[in-house]
Protein backbone atom coordinates (compact mmCIF):
# COMPACT_ATOMS: atom_id res chain seq x y z
CA UNK A 1 0.00 0.00 0.00
CA UNK A 2 0.63 3.31 0.01
CA UNK A 3 3.75 4.52 2.09
CA UNK A 4 4.59 8.15 3.55
CA UNK A 5 8.10 8.63 5.06
CA UNK A 6 7.90 11.67 7.34
CA UNK A 7 11.28 12.84 8.60
CA UNK A 8 12.82 13.35 11.12
CA UNK A 9 10.51 11.29 14.57
CA UNK A 10 11.66 13.82 16.94
CA UNK A 11 13.70 16.92 17.13
CA UNK A 12 15.08 19.56 19.67
CA UNK A 13 16.56 22.28 18.77
CA UNK A 14 17.39 25.33 20.25
CA UNK A 15 14.66 28.96 20.47
CA UNK A 16 15.51 31.18 17.77
CA UNK A 17 16.90 28.20 15.26
CA UNK A 18 15.09 26.68 12.19
CA UNK A 19 13.94 23.19 11.83
CA UNK A 20 12.79 20.86 8.44
CA UNK A 21 10.79 18.45 8.56
CA UNK A 22 10.71 15.72 5.51
CA UNK A 23 7.36 14.45 4.06
CA UNK A 24 8.18 11.79 1.03
CA UNK A 25 5.59 9.24 -0.45
CA UNK A 26 7.70 6.30 -1.42
CA UNK A 27 5.61 4.44 -3.71
CA UNK A 28 3.14 7.04 -5.45
CA UNK A 29 3.14 10.28 -6.84
CA UNK A 30 1.51 12.71 -4.83
CA UNK A 31 -0.26 15.91 -6.04
CA UNK A 32 -1.39 17.60 -2.81
CA UNK A 33 0.17 17.20 0.79
CA UNK A 34 -1.44 18.40 3.63
CA UNK A 35 0.37 19.78 6.80
CA UNK A 36 -1.02 19.06 10.18
CA UNK A 37 -0.16 20.66 13.70
CA UNK A 38 -1.53 18.25 16.44
CA UNK A 39 -1.85 19.24 20.10
CA UNK A 40 -1.72 17.32 23.34
CA UNK A 41 -4.92 15.01 23.73
CA UNK A 42 -6.55 17.40 20.54
CA UNK A 43 -7.05 16.33 17.38
CA UNK A 44 -5.51 17.51 13.70
CA UNK A 45 -5.12 21.13 12.88
CA UNK A 46 -4.36 21.40 9.41
CA UNK A 47 -1.82 24.52 8.72
CA UNK A 48 -1.54 24.01 5.29
CA UNK A 49 -2.58 22.25 1.66
CA UNK A 50 0.47 22.29 -0.70
CA UNK A 51 0.48 21.66 -4.23
CA UNK A 52 3.21 20.47 -6.61
CA UNK A 53 4.77 23.68 -8.07
CA UNK A 54 2.46 26.23 -6.54
CA UNK A 55 2.80 28.01 -3.45
CA UNK A 56 0.97 26.42 -0.31
CA UNK A 57 -2.43 27.41 0.77
CA UNK A 58 -2.25 27.99 4.64
CA UNK A 59 -5.10 28.42 7.20
CA UNK A 60 -6.14 31.11 8.71
CA UNK A 61 -4.00 31.72 11.55
CA UNK A 62 -1.21 30.23 10.58
CA UNK A 63 2.13 32.29 9.86
CA UNK A 64 3.46 31.25 6.13
CA UNK A 65 6.21 33.56 6.96
CA UNK A 66 6.71 31.15 10.08
CA UNK A 67 6.10 27.79 8.39
CA UNK A 68 7.48 27.42 5.06
CA UNK A 69 6.50 24.48 2.93
CA UNK A 70 7.82 23.96 0.04
CA UNK A 71 6.34 21.16 -2.43
CA UNK A 72 9.04 20.62 -5.17
CA UNK A 73 8.66 17.52 -6.67
CA UNK A 74 5.37 15.05 -6.71
CA UNK A 75 6.57 13.11 -4.18
CA UNK A 76 8.42 15.38 -1.56
CA UNK A 77 6.99 18.61 0.46
CA UNK A 78 8.84 20.09 3.42
CA UNK A 79 7.64 22.52 6.42
CA UNK A 80 10.02 24.53 7.69
CA UNK A 81 10.20 26.05 11.11
CA UNK A 82 11.57 29.28 11.31
CA UNK A 83 12.82 31.09 14.36
CA UNK A 84 11.55 28.65 16.01
CA UNK A 85 10.12 29.28 19.95
CA UNK A 86 8.59 27.09 22.46
CA UNK A 87 5.82 27.96 21.54
CA UNK A 88 5.93 25.72 18.33
CA UNK A 89 6.78 22.77 19.94
CA UNK A 90 4.37 20.15 19.26
CA UNK A 91 3.18 17.05 17.38
CA UNK A 92 3.72 18.21 13.01
CA UNK A 93 2.10 15.25 10.90
CA UNK A 94 2.19 15.26 6.68
CA UNK A 95 -0.41 13.65 4.70
CA UNK A 96 -0.31 12.84 1.17
CA UNK A 97 -3.02 12.38 -1.27
CA UNK A 98 -3.31 10.42 -4.10
CA UNK A 99 -6.49 9.16 -6.19
CA UNK A 100 -6.61 6.65 -3.57
CA UNK A 101 -6.76 8.46 -0.65
CA UNK A 102 -4.78 9.60 2.27
CA UNK A 103 -1.69 8.65 3.85
CA UNK A 104 -0.26 9.92 6.77
CA UNK A 105 3.65 10.19 8.02
CA UNK A 106 4.26 8.68 11.43
CA UNK A 107 4.93 12.32 12.88
CA UNK A 108 7.45 14.55 14.18
CA UNK A 109 8.16 15.63 17.60
CA UNK A 110 9.42 19.00 18.03
CA UNK A 111 10.72 20.12 21.09
CA UNK A 112 12.04 23.96 21.38
CA UNK A 113 14.16 24.76 24.50
CA UNK B 1 -18.54 23.51 5.30
CA UNK B 2 -18.29 20.16 6.46
CA UNK B 3 -18.01 19.18 10.00
CA UNK B 4 -17.70 15.99 12.15
CA UNK B 5 -18.82 15.32 16.04
CA UNK B 6 -17.41 12.29 18.27
CA UNK B 7 -19.65 13.36 21.52
CA UNK B 8 -17.32 10.59 23.41
CA UNK B 9 -13.94 12.13 24.67
CA UNK B 10 -13.33 8.67 26.12
CA UNK B 11 -14.77 5.41 25.56
CA UNK B 12 -14.08 2.31 28.39
CA UNK B 13 -15.10 -1.39 27.56
CA UNK B 14 -13.96 -4.52 28.92
CA UNK B 15 -11.54 -6.75 26.58
CA UNK B 16 -14.09 -8.83 24.70
CA UNK B 17 -17.15 -7.15 24.77
CA UNK B 18 -18.67 -4.97 21.86
CA UNK B 19 -17.24 -1.61 21.37
CA UNK B 20 -18.61 1.57 19.81
CA UNK B 21 -17.08 4.84 19.15
CA UNK B 22 -19.53 7.46 17.59
CA UNK B 23 -19.36 10.06 14.57
CA UNK B 24 -21.26 12.00 13.25
CA UNK B 25 -20.84 14.50 9.85
CA UNK B 26 -22.44 17.53 8.41
CA UNK B 27 -22.01 18.33 5.03
CA UNK B 28 -23.57 20.12 2.38
CA UNK B 29 -22.96 17.55 -0.44
CA UNK B 30 -22.77 13.66 -0.07
CA UNK B 31 -20.21 12.48 2.21
CA UNK B 32 -16.80 10.78 1.82
CA UNK B 33 -15.89 9.09 5.57
CA UNK B 34 -13.20 7.85 6.85
CA UNK B 35 -11.91 6.50 10.45
CA UNK B 36 -8.45 6.66 11.57
CA UNK B 37 -6.71 4.87 14.45
CA UNK B 38 -3.56 6.69 16.45
CA UNK B 39 -1.05 5.22 18.59
CA UNK B 40 1.15 7.28 21.01
CA UNK B 41 3.58 9.76 19.31
CA UNK B 42 3.09 7.88 15.97
CA UNK B 43 0.82 9.13 12.55
CA UNK B 44 -2.85 8.48 11.91
CA UNK B 45 -3.59 4.61 10.20
CA UNK B 46 -6.46 4.34 8.39
CA UNK B 47 -9.06 1.81 9.16
CA UNK B 48 -11.77 2.36 6.59
CA UNK B 49 -13.72 4.43 4.41
CA UNK B 50 -17.40 5.10 3.34
CA UNK B 51 -17.91 6.81 -0.17
CA UNK B 52 -20.86 4.94 -1.73
CA UNK B 53 -22.27 1.30 -1.87
CA UNK B 54 -23.09 -1.12 1.36
CA UNK B 55 -23.65 1.40 4.33
CA UNK B 56 -21.66 -1.29 6.25
CA UNK B 57 -17.75 -0.83 6.02
CA UNK B 58 -15.29 -3.26 7.09
CA UNK B 59 -12.07 -2.40 7.57
CA UNK B 60 -8.51 -3.36 9.07
CA UNK B 61 -8.02 -5.66 12.58
CA UNK B 62 -12.10 -6.33 12.52
CA UNK B 63 -13.20 -2.73 12.66
CA UNK B 64 -16.19 -2.14 10.56
CA UNK B 65 -18.67 0.70 10.27
CA UNK B 66 -22.00 1.76 9.78
CA UNK B 67 -22.99 4.42 7.26
CA UNK B 68 -26.78 6.57 8.22
CA UNK B 69 -27.41 9.03 5.90
CA UNK B 70 -30.60 9.53 7.72
CA UNK B 71 -28.81 10.40 11.62
CA UNK B 72 -25.47 11.76 9.48
CA UNK B 73 -23.72 8.94 11.24
CA UNK B 74 -20.72 6.71 10.81
CA UNK B 75 -20.28 5.01 14.38
CA UNK B 76 -17.41 2.33 14.50
CA UNK B 77 -17.61 -0.56 15.88
CA UNK B 78 -16.05 -4.33 16.87
CA UNK B 79 -18.23 -7.26 17.58
CA UNK B 80 -14.79 -8.15 20.63
CA UNK B 81 -11.94 -5.62 21.47
CA UNK B 82 -8.91 -6.21 22.18
CA UNK B 83 -6.30 -4.44 25.29
CA UNK B 84 -4.07 -3.54 21.73
CA UNK B 85 -7.16 -1.92 20.24
CA UNK B 86 -6.22 0.80 22.90
CA UNK B 87 -6.00 4.01 20.79
CA UNK B 88 -6.94 7.42 20.04
CA UNK B 89 -9.67 7.16 17.10
CA UNK B 90 -10.07 9.91 14.89
CA UNK B 91 -13.63 10.27 12.59
CA UNK B 92 -12.75 12.11 9.20
CA UNK B 93 -15.51 13.71 6.45
CA UNK B 94 -14.53 15.26 2.74
CA UNK B 95 -17.47 16.69 0.69
CA UNK B 96 -17.53 14.55 -2.28
CA UNK B 97 -18.88 17.84 -4.09
CA UNK B 98 -16.45 19.91 -2.90
CA UNK B 99 -15.05 21.97 -5.44
CA UNK B 100 -11.96 20.52 -8.12
CA UNK B 101 -8.78 20.50 -6.29
CA UNK B 102 -10.64 20.40 -2.77
CA UNK B 103 -9.47 17.74 -1.09
CA UNK B 104 -9.44 18.76 2.63
CA UNK B 105 -10.54 16.19 5.42
CA UNK B 106 -12.35 17.57 8.33
CA UNK B 107 -11.08 15.65 11.56
CA UNK B 108 -13.59 15.43 14.98
CA UNK B 109 -11.49 15.92 18.41
CA UNK B 110 -11.01 12.05 18.15
CA UNK B 111 -12.16 9.73 20.97
CA UNK B 112 -9.86 7.95 23.65
CA UNK B 113 -10.45 4.10 23.70
CA UNK B 114 -9.61 2.42 26.39
CA UNK B 115 -9.87 -1.54 26.82
CA UNK B 116 -9.29 -3.02 29.66
CA UNK B 117 -8.65 -6.76 30.54
Known amino acids: GAVVSQHPSWVICKSGTSVKIECRSL??????MFWYRQFPKQSLMLMAT?????????EQGVEKDKFLINHASLTLSTLTVTSAHPEDSSFYIC?????????FGSGTRLTVV | AQSVAQPEDQVNVAEGNPLTVKCTYS??????LFWYVQYPNRGLQFLLK??????LVKGSYGFEAEFNKSQTSFHLKKPSALVSDSALYFC???????????????FGKGTKLSVIP
Open chain 2, 50 to 55: YITGDN
Open chain 2, 27 to 32: VSGNPY
Open chain 2, 92 to 106: AVRDMNSGAGSYQLT
Open chain 1, 50 to 58: SNEGSKATY
Open chain 1, 95 to 103: SAHDNYGYT
Open chain 1, 27 to 32: DFQATT
